[in-house]
Every structure is written in C-alpha cells, then in structure tokens.
C-alpha cells in the first residue's frame, strides 16, 4: 500500500513548517507551508467522500496554475479517485467532451473559467467546486479549510487506506493537434517511479525552489515543477 498522497504526507511531518507551494499575486507572495497543503488535502478528500465520490471515480481539474491546482489534486488522490486535469485554454465544447468523455463526476474550477464550465456541465451531472473559494454547505470538511477528524472517514494519518500503486492517479488528455484528445491513464506507480528517479539523481533536493510557468495539467511540468519538489521537500 502506498500512494502519491501516502508519500507526501511522509515528506510534509519531516518539512510541516517550511514552505512548500507559493504564488506571487497583486497582494504579494501567497506562501503555504507542507502542514497547510496536507491539512487542506485532508479536507478536500472528506469533502469529496461527503458527495458520495468513491476510489475509481473521476474527478476534473480546469484551472490556471495555483497552489489550489495542487491541494485539489492531493487531496483528489488521497481517496484513491482519479485526477482529470484540463487545458485552461479548452473551450466550452472542448470541456464538455472531456468531461463525458472521462465520466467526470466533479470539477475544481475558477472564477475565471466558472462560465465555461456551468455552460458545459449543464448537460451534464457534474459537481462544480471553486478553487478559490470555500464551498456553501456543511460538509464534514469544506475544501480548502483545515481538514478535521470524521470519524467514519476513511482516512489514517498517512492518507486513505487501500491505495495500491498500480491504481490510477491521473487521466491525462493529449493535446490532440492530430485528432481527437485521448486519454491515458498514469498509477500512482507510474509517477512515483519518475519522481523518485530524479530526486534520486540529486537534482532537485530540500532546498530548491523550482519556479514553475508551464501549465500543470501537461504531464513534464506536473512532474517537475509539482509532484519532484512537494516530495523532495523543494
């Protein structure tokens, strides 16, 4: 048993006080700390589990490059469901075939994208979920917030129990300048594997910061720029 979020939860007790994602906006740096992404994943996968979203269902990311990108894909993973992150820049029908495609039961969005995605979900039964905004309700924890005890959770400490490395994390959609997008499904093994061969090589250590501008959902820059340093502890 082990699994992306199992291993980041290891990397974030060793490192809970240091930063690990940051963002330089109008306000200035937005910095949050391993403790802040972990507790934030947490409360992400209760939510998730709150809306009767189990391991093996898919769940999309459509958003720019934010520290919400990667709390949301943690904490998507952290119950064995299966990350669909999307181009930014997809259009409503482009998003709506995907998301049919993919049989997405959920979707993190921003304010910026929110009017594509309500027009390509109408159609469909998709759950929208902000990023950047806490969700209305009372779920056992709101994504977002500091994730709490529930007691019929299926969590442990380290993360949800029963992730095997060779379930699916990701459903990655090629760029489809030859044709039609496809999907291809990436386990929890699949990325360790790459992740561990470069922190192994030394390239990426505990005290790198590693800037990151390409977009998240490509699979180089997902490796990278997120996945190598939140467990290197970069």
Known sequence: MSGIFNRF??????????????????????????????????????????????KGDRVAIFSENCP????????????????????AQYTKVEAENLLKDSESRAIFTSKALLPIVEEAS??????????DEPVPGNPPSPPFAKGGEVSESPF?????????????????YTSGTTGVPKGV??????????????????????????????????????????LVPILAGG
């Not at 109408?122 to 990023?131: G, P």
């Not at 992740?195 to 030394?202: L, N, Q």
Request: proline letters at 3%; glycine letters at 10%.
């Open 9 to 54: 939860s290891e990397t974030a007790k060793r490192f809970e006080d240091l930063p690990s994602l940051q963002m330089k906006g109008e306000d200035g740096l937005k910095s949050f700390t391993f403790r802040d992404i972990s507790d934030r994943a947490v409360g992400i996968g209760h939510y998730l589990s709150s809306l009767g979203i189990i």
């Open 68 to 87: 919400e990108w990667g709390m949301a894909y943690l904490g998507i993973v952290s119950t064995g469901v299966v990350a669909v992150p999307l181009d």
């Open 122 to 131: 109408t159609a469909l039964n998709i759950k929208i979920i902000r990023l």
């Open 156 to 172: 442990e400490k380290g993360g949800f129990r029963g992730i095997l490395n060779d379930d699916i994390a990701s459903l990655l």
């Open 185 to 226: 499904m990436l386990t929890h093994g699949n990325l360790l594997s790459n992740a561990d061969a470069i922190i192994e090589s030394g390239i990426v250590a505990k005290d790198d910061h590693v800037l990151g501008i390409l977009p998240l959902h490509h699979s180089y820059p997902f490796m990278v720029c997120f």
